[in-house]
């Protein structure tokens, strides 16, 4: 909290937008164009395996590179089971579907985040609960999240509930944004003391660890996302981690219409969902994966770049990645002091203007008219860290000038 309120030594006549601009220069050059926020890189395997699988026939639900895709998965991050699913929307949907979210429960989550958090936990008819981010990670502040829990919630025979509203809190589920991991064991530790399930939305982190663990490699469930503009991309996908084998198998039957296996007969046990990722995008996802490695270097690189220019800009601050955390630097990010946060939008026109495909945070979930009924706790972090972030372009493909 208090390093909210650090005012700058940078008086607001003297902080200039151009200064900013003339450092993402500094580390990417002058675009040729426009240089968007996160571009994909093709630069391995792609076209052959997606020949390979046009050849096959196989470019819908099934097929091999859907379950090589799958093991890649868990192999990569050390979960016990990957379930390639059509989107991480839909791989998040199943996730709470699966930690048992019903209809008239409350499920915990950032106010800062993307839309599909939020929507997912809609879908399933339940209501989500805003609780405070963190300056240091960006992600959900445990002290937060317990001081809001000391307030309303109760331990009841039918589970944790919000005494305020009645409801059920059936989830807590933080983001990792940006890449940078949440304080992943504080929150455990708070979700296990309440009994809530806790499901990660890891739709941003693919490669980021916490304490040397992938993120969502020990997780009970955690959704991933292979849109365009994530780390790797499917060109639109999603996958749901998990370490039990018995949720694993559910997740996949959940997401494939609740078949049972039959050589010709349709016998469906449940209303499942049709979430399955086709062959073809897996095949992308492939030879996609096998260049992860070398995307979480030249990210790391860049990220390093912008954090050596910005280190003596006055009136910001680069967004490292946070202690005990190794982040994929998905997207890199400054923060305006508090002092020059009017002066944001002038720095994202200045930026766009140069051709720097720079962003805001998104708008907070509870500012939405879909959501600005849902219960929340103080929201004051966030809601200065939307008042002052700033994304700047980060593609893989991205060399550091300064190298
Ligand atoms: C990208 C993303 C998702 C999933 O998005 P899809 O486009 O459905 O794959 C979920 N949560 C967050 C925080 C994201 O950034």
């Known amino acids: 909290m208090s390093e909210v309120m650090v005012d700058s030594v940078v008086t607001s006549s003297d902080f200039k937008a151009e200064t900013i601009v003339d450092a993402v220069r500094h580390v990417v050059g002058t675009p040729n164009g426009v240089l968007g926020l996160h571009e994909p890189v093709f630069a391995g395997n792609e076209i052959a395996y997606l020949e390979e699988c046009i050849k096959s026939t196989f470019v819908s639900s099934v097929g091999p590179f859907v379950d090589r895709f799958e093991r890649m998965l868990e192999e990569l991050t050390g979960a016990k089971r990957a379930v390639a699913v059509v989107n991480g929307t839909a791989a998040l949907h199943a996730c709470f579907r699966l930690a048992g979210v019903e209809p008239d429960d409350e499920v915990i989550s950032p106010a800062l985040t993307f839309i599909a958090t ?57 983001m990792h944004t940006f890449g940078h991991p949440v304080a992943l064991d504080e929150i455990a530790a708070i979700a296990h003391d309440w009994g809530i399930a806790l499901v990660e939305d890891a739709a941003e982190s693919l490669g980021s660890t916490y304490k040397g663990h992938a993120v969502g490699s020990r997780a009970r469930l955690a959704a991933l996302s292979f849109n365009g503009n994530k780390i790797v991309t499917t060109g639109g996908g999603g996958a749901i981690l998990t370490n039990d084998e018995e949720l694993g198998r559910r997740a996949k039957h959940l997401t494939t219409t609740a078949k049972l296996p039959h050589k010709w007969a349709f016998v469906h046990d449940e209303i499942g969902f049709n979430y399955r990722l086709p062959n073809l995008n897996a095949a992308l ?26 280190a003596h800009v006055p009136g910001v601050r680069f967004s490292r990645e946070p202690k005990d955390t190794t982040s994929n630097y998905w997207l890199n990010a400054i923060l305006l002091d ?50 002052r972030l700033i994304n700047l372009p980060s593609s893989a493909s991205i060399r550091p000038r300064d190298e």
Request: proline fraction near 5%; include cysteine.
């Open 118 to 174: 939020t929507n997912a936990i809609a879908y399933c008819g339940a209501r989500p609960h805003f609780v405070d981010s963190s300056l240091a990670t960006l992600g959900m502040d445990p002290n937060a999240l317990a001081v809001r829990l000391g307030a309303i919630a109760e331990r009841t025979a039918r589970g944790t509930i919000n005494r305020e509203t009645g409801r059920r809190i059936a989830a807590i589920s933080p």
């Open 285 to 310: 996802g492939c030879a996609q994966l096998e260049q992860l490695e070398g995307f979480l270097a030249s990210k790391r690189r860049l990220a390093a770049a912008y954090e050596r220019a910005f």
């Open 338 to 387: 508090e002092a020059h946060a009017e002066r944001r939008d002038d720095v994202l026109t200045a930026l766009n203007e140069a051709g720097f495909g720079a962003r805001p945070a998104w708008t907070l979930m509870h500012r939405l008219p879909m959501f600005a009924q849902s219960p929340r706790g103080d929201l004051s972090v966030a809601e200065s860290i939307e008042r």
